[in-house]
Structures are given as C-alpha cells and as structure tokens.
C-alpha cells in the first residue's frame, strides 16, 4: 500500500515531466521528438507538480482539507517559470492579496469560474488519502478545485480523477470494471457522455485509432477533454510506461494529461513498476523527487494512524 501512496504521487512528477517538452505539439511532432525510446528530456516537472506538491503538503499538515492554508501553499511554491495557465495565476494573485479561498476563484472567466484541468491535475494526494473514502473524496476534490477552478466542470473533473485512482489504490475491481463505478460516481452528463465513449472504444475489436481518441475524449485543457483520455490511457495499457507513453503520444496538453495517467497509473502499479530511468532523471533539490516521495510516506503514515484511531 505505501508503493501506491508514493507511486501515484511520483508517478503524476514523471508524467508531467515526460510530458512537458512537448506540451501543444501535434501527434506527428511529439513522436518527432520521443521516438521510438522515449527517454526523458529535461526531468523538471511544471505547475502541475507543483500544486499537486502543495495540496501534499497542507494535507499532511493539517491531517486533513484546509482550504485557507492550501491556499497559502499554493502562493509560496508558486514558481511563475513553471507554465502556470492564465486562469490559475489570476487565482493565485487575488489570493496572495488576500481574497478568500471561498471567493478568489468564483470571479474568474466573467462569473464562470475555470473548467480547466489545474484541479484534476494536482488532485492525486486526495486520491490516494481519502481511497477508502468515497463521500470525503468527493467533497475534497471539490474544495480544494474551487481555490482556483469553480466552475462544476472543473471540480467535477478533479473528483473524477480522484475517483480513478482511488479505484487503482484498492485495485477492487478489473481495469475495464472500473467504468461502471466511474459512469456512477460523476454527476455531470458530459462526464457520463465521455465514459460511455470510452466503454465503447472497448466493444470494438481492432485498436481505436489515436486521431479518434483525440476527437472523441479529447487531448486539451479542458477537465472534460482531458480526464476522461487520462482514464482511458490507463485503463487500455498494461505498464506504467505504455500508458504514459500512451498519454503523451496523443499530443495537446500533454504534461497534464500524462500527470494524471502516471498517477492512476502508479498508484495501480505502484512505485516499483515506474522506469528506473525516468525516476533518476526526474528532477531533485529541495522540493524534487525525494521530497514527492517522502510526502506519499507521510501521507501513508497520517492515514494509517488516522485508520487505526477509527478502529479504537
Ligand atoms: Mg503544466
């Protein structure tokens, strides 16, 4: 179980970084660059890591959802050279000038708030915490989405990337099994509308071809455009590797779709199935792949002891 905390958490790092250098590239470019060996490029990792780094960090903290202090985390390690998208940077201003988590992001997009995928792509930490949770899950992903993304896309999205890996964690049902639970937990009809596309890539026998998963599931960053193609990238490989490769072959947002693959992906898998050689060149320092590591320990920690407690 500690190698699905960590592994979902390093697992989203080396996605976003596989991902990075070829984020807004078409099909044909990105396999311009990768190849046929995929070796990583660069290992730094964007602001989907990032984030995801500081919803980590105030979940350890406070054992639990804080929104006033993920907020705080989110404006210390707030790196502007990590390709933040405008939505989230307007967010993350009006927070640093004290606006409160509840209000900051509602304003944004002309009252609409974001439906972008800056929740989903930062949410594995409350996938991996509150696995066994499902009502806690949900309510989580929603709060801690509308720090930055209020529109009920974008939160929706997060919680149903949320769902995914809390699904991989407990690994209850077979991959394919995993829709039926999916198509109940989401709320939103285009969501539904997206997995019924997914259920049936799988009824057809030949491979569906990539320009119709792009078409169909989407390669963008839109939440609804990209969480459902996460999902299926996992769900139709059988490593680590193939469905991160999968995830950052299609092209368009490729950082934050490969991100949320590595983390359903690991925390299936676990640590131990992640390449060797992605995880060494994934970047260290102070907040690098150590630390990501030590924070899916932590995490593996606080809820073992917060089990143990409801046990008694
Ligand atoms: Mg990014």
Redesign the pocket.
């Known amino acids: 179980m500690k190698s699905k905390f960590t592994g979902a958490l390093i697992g989203s790092a080396v996605g976003?970084a596989l991902g990075?250098p070829v984020?807004g590239y078409s099909m044909k470019k990105v396999s311009s660059v990768y190849g046929e060996d995929w070796k990583m490029i660069s290992g730094r990792y964007?602001?989907?890591t990032e984030m995801m780094i500081g919803v980590a960090e105030s979940l350890i903290e406070n054992k639990g959802f804080n929104g006033e202090d993920m907020a705080k985390r989110f404006i210390e390690n707030y790196d502007p050279k990590?390709?933040y998208g405008p939505g989230s940077k307007e967010a993350l201003r009006r927070l640093s000038e004290g606006e409160s988590w509840k209000e900051a992001s509602k304003k944004l997009f002309g009252g609409k708030g974001s439906y972008g995928n800056g929740a989903a792509?930062r949410i594995a930490p409350v996938g991996i915490f509150y696995y066994d949770d499902v009502d806690r899950l949900r309510e989580t992903a929603y709060k801690s989405s509308h720090i930055t993304h209020s529109n009920e896309l974008g939160k929706e999205g997060a919680a149903l990337q949320a769902f995914s890996i809390a699904l991989a964690m407990q690994e209850r049902v077979e991959k394919e099994g995993m829709l039926l639970e999916l198509k109940e937990f989401v709320e939103n009809e285009v969501y539904k509308e997206k997995i019924r596309k997914i259920e049936m890539f799988f009824e057809k026998e030949a491979e569906v071809d990539k320009k119709e998963v792009i078409s169909e599931l989407g390669s963008g960053e839109e939440a609804f455009n990209s969480v459902p193609t996460a999902i299926y990238s996992f769900i139709r490989s059988n490593s680590f590797k193939d469905a991160v490769v999968y995830a950052v072959s299609l092209g368009g947002d490729t950082?934050?779709i490969a991100?949320m693959t590595g983390a359903i992906s690991g925390a299936y898998y676990g640590e131990e199935a992640i390449p060797k050689e992605w995880v060494e060149r994934l970047e260290g320092g102070k907040k690098g792949k150590r630390y990501i590591r030590w924070l899916g320990e932590e995490l593996y920690h606080i809820k073992l002891q917060l089990m143990q407690r409801d046990r008694w």
């Open positions: 976003d990075a984020e964007t602001d989907d990590r390709g792509m950082d934050t991100a």
